[in-house]
């Protein structure tokens, strides 16, 4: 498996941005399709967003669409979520995943790998 390691969590206020980085070690990064998740208090985890192992294909959450961005850089085995014009509502635990799955996965058994978790925080 890989492991995953978020960062770029923090507090941020309504309408603001913020760029979440995921760093990949122990497999061959371009083998994974990448994802980024949520969760809120009391709320299940639910998907964000995905990108393709070539980064040539990206899909969201309607919930997110045209506010946040993921993309990967294969070099640096790093997956990126930057996330604009940020509501209450985004306020969550983000989780990067990574999925062998050859299509566009984004249900929580399609990833095998997990990070720990970044907190985000919205204010209004």
């Known amino acids: 498996q890989v492991q995953l390691v978020e960062s770029g969590g923090g507090l941020v206020q309504a309408g603001g941005s913020l760029r979440l980085s995921c760093a990949a070690s122990?497999?061959?990064?371009?083998?994974?399709?990448m994802g980024w998740f949520r969760q809120a208090p009391g709320k299940e985890r639910e998907f964000v967003a995905g990108v393709k192992w070539s980064g040539t294909s990206t899909y969201y959450a309607d919930s997110v669409k045209g506010r946040f961005t993921i993309s990967r850089d294969n070099a640096k085995n790093t997956v990126y979520l930057q996330m604009n014009s940020l509501k209450p509502e985004d306020t969550a635990v983000y989780y990067c995943?990574?999925?062998?799955?050859?299509?566009?996965?984004?249900?929580?058994?399609?990833?095998?790998?997990w990070g720990q978790g970044t907190q985000v925080t919205v204010s209004s």
């Open positions: 122990g497999r061959p990064f371009s083998l994974y399709a």
């Open positions: 995943a990574a999925s062998r799955s050859a299509y566009l996965p984004r249900t929580i058994p399609d990833f095998g790998s």
